[in-house]
């Protein structure tokens, strides 16, 4: 080398990671250009998680904060009836004043789709649950958000605040993904094999109502419930009844072991009830006398309030629910009594080619048969999909162009079926929302533009509450409440006042109300 020439102080490469080094650091050390941040600690707790799970995709980000509104957990029974032995009971706390309905959820959003109807056996059960008496049951049946109760644990969260609650509602008898959780409610679980279409052992379609089944025969496999905060009074645990069916144990707060047979003459669904003083923990366990399949408990309290199911499961479509045993889902569901059947697919089908199509259309009207035929008084809501974003040519987030095809499908399903609907595309913003909410601060969706964050997933649920709100409230005669900034509305003569009311604004959960009123209906 010439001694003229200088030597660069770094070798080009070496140059050149720096640089990139330097500029992948300033959106971090510079708090103005966040939004230029490659990763975030809500990117990275996803697949983190999704290591200790099965399947390998990952699906969400779950975080367990309080409730946004407070839980209102209805007062136990005085002297109640119990089978199974239980150590001194919890104390129940003081039920929290009723957050008032105008409060409950969006002001705006999108409106609940329901020309028929459809709604008005679920409503009135509502309005006696509103008036003091009842439980209503809602099984939201979903995909990997309601895995971790996402969307599902607030608009549980803000039902039953309003309304007041009657216990935390459906749980599955193990963790089939590492995510998998429920707000209010720990989880622990090991020794079981799972079974469900969405894995290679199916157990021929035996999988309970949410479509995933467990199976043990040592007694060392082990699932333990405890709720966080409420107690529970009444138990159910489900399991599938078949030839040579092993024992399983259930064991309340620590208390006496009771023994539950699963032999039966042929497959069906069987049921464990109990009513107990109020308690906390539930844990089961095979006995070792043979194999047991279970399916989950239902954890539930007197009302009068509101259960809401988190019936999620990863990678679920419509597909999978009609690949589970006809006989047995339906003998599930109508075993768990729900008054409102909520149905929120369609994130995944918009990957799969010939989605949607006339198969599609046809498998949604065979499972909202099999619903109609195991509870036909309940009401049944289609929920369409959330947003889907994909990266366009220039780069920008676009929305998948599958995602409104499946939106109208679903849309005509429901009024060839006499269901009610909800867009959740439309009410969450339509074209270009997860572009949208990857842009905001916070992030409201993950950087695959599919699953929300949980601040994202807690907006979806005010939307669709708010949406349900407004519902009900129209079919009881009333004005839905304003949104923020709007004028507020003249109050209505005394002459216009629905019976029993004088003029003013519409009573709200847990104000007296006149005994004689009459039950609205369409």
Request: hydrophobic fraction near 40%.
């Amino acid at each position: 080398m010439d001694a003229g020439r200088l030597r660069p102080l770094l070798p080009r490469r070496d140059a050149l990671a720096l640089l990139l080094a330097a500029g992948f650091a300033l959106p971090y050390a510079v708090p103005s250009l966040s939004r230029f941040r490659a990763l975030r600690a809500e990117d990275l707790a996803r697949p983190v998680r999704s290591l200790s799970g099965r399947p390998s995709v990952p699906l969400l980000v779950f975080t367990d904060p309080e409730p946004s509104e407070p839980q209102s957990p209805a007062t136990p029974p005085a002297e109640p009836a119990a089978s199974v032995l239980s150590p001194a009971a919890p104390a129940a706390p003081a039920e929290p004043p009723r957050i008032p309905l105008s409060r409950l959820g969006e002001p705006s959003g999108g409106e609940v789709e329901d020309p028929t109807g459809e709604l008005d056996r679920f409503f009135e059960r509502l309005e006696a649950v509103r008036r003091g008496s009842g439980v209503v049951r809602i099984s939201h049946f979903g995909d990997s958000p309601l895995t971790g109760d996402l969307i599902s644990g607030e608009a549980r969260a803000r039902l039953q605040a309003a309304f007041g609650s009657a216990g935390h509602g459906f749980v599955l008898a193990g963790r089939p993904w590492g995510w998998y959780g429920h707000r209010g409610l720990s989880i622990a679980s090991s020794g079981w094999r799972f079974l469900s279409p969405l894995f290679s052992s199916g157990n021929g379609g035996h999988c309970g109502l949410a479509g995933v089944a467990f199976a043990a025969s040592a007694p060392s496999a082990r699932t333990v419930l405890r709720l966080e905060k409420e107690a529970f009074t009444r138990l159910q645990v489900s399991f599938l009844v078949r030839p040579g069916g092993g024992t399983f144990v259930v064991s309340v707060d620590d208390g006496r072991p009771e023994e539950v047979s699963t032999a039966g003459l042929e497959r069906a669904t069987g049921s464990f009830d109990r009513e107990v003083p109020p308690a906390r923990s539930l844990a089961l366990w095979p006995k070792g006398d043979g194999e047991v399949v279970l399916y989950g408990a239902v954890l539930e309290r007197d009302g009068p309030g509101v259960v809401y199911d988190a019936l999620g499961a990863n990678g679920a479509s419509v597909h999978f629910l009609s690949l589970l045993d006809a006989a047995g889902w339906e003998s599930a569901l109508s075993l768990r009594g729900s008054d409102l059947v909520v149905v929120g697919l369609g994130t995944n089908e918009s990957g799969y080619a010939g989605i949607p199509g006339p198969r599609y259309e046809r498998e949604y009207a065979e499972v909202i048969g099999r619903v109609r035929r195991a509870l036909p008084l309940a009401s049944v809501l289609l929920m369409a999909p959330m947003d889907r974003g994909t990266r366009g040519e220039t780069g920008e987030v676009v929305t998948m162009p599958s995602i409104p095809r499946i939106v109208e499908a679903q849309r005509r399903v429901a009024r060839a079926n006499g269901c009610a609907f909800f867009d959740t595309f439309a009410a969450m913003g339509g074209e270009g929302t997860m572009g949208r909410w990857f842009a905001t601060e916070p992030r409201l969706v993950t950087g695959d533009f599919t699953h929300t964050t949980k601040t994202g997933s807690d907006r979806v649920a005010r939307v669709f509450v708010g949406a349900l709100t407004r519902a009900y409230l129209s079919w009881r005669g009333e004005q839905a409440p304003p949104a923020p900034g709007s004028p507020a509305p003249a109050p209505p003569s005394p002459a216009s006042a629905p019976d029993g009311q004088q003029g003013g604004a519409p009573a709200e959960p847990g104000a007296e109300r006149p005994e004689d009123q009459k039950a609205p209906g369409r």
